[in-house]
């Protein structure tokens, strides 16, 4: 399950052990094929990786925190702190094998 950020609010993924945040859009092509793939790796690495969306329009304070230029931008934070980011659409495998840190 991917949770959706609201209110510029990252708290709950700062408290993961693993964090990825999905900094999209909805009007973003790449940001809507990245989406279900997001998902299936939600339910892949349960219990292992948590999962947030956050919307670049509605949580523009986030997006600026953590640079946001471009998107789909994925972010994975370790206990709170940002680890490694990655822009533009990935394919299933090498997103999976760049969250689990093997870019």
């Known amino acids: ?6 209110n ?4 709950q993924a700062k408290k993961s052990k693993i964090a990825v945040v999905d900094f ?8 809507r094929m ?3 793939i997001m998902e299936e790796l939600s339910e892949e690495l349960k219990g292992q990786v948590d999962f947030f969306n956050c919307d670049v329009d509605e949580n523009n304070s ?3 925190e953590f640079g ?3 998107i789909p931008a994925i972010a994975v934070l370790k206990n ?10 990935r394919p299933k495998a090498a ?9």
Do not use: Y
């Open 24 to 31: 999209s859009a909805t009007w973003c092509g790449p940001c």
């Open 8 to 11: 510029n609010d990252l708290s």
């Open 80 to 89: 709170g702190v940002l680890s490694d980011m990655t822009v533009g659409f």
């Open 62 to 64: 986030l997006a600026a």
């Open 95 to 103: 997103l999976k094998d760049f969250i689990l840190g093997g870019k």
């Open 34 to 36: 990245t989406a279900p």
């Open 1 to 6: 399950m991917v949770t959706t950020v609201k």
């Open 68 to 70: 946001i230029s471009s």
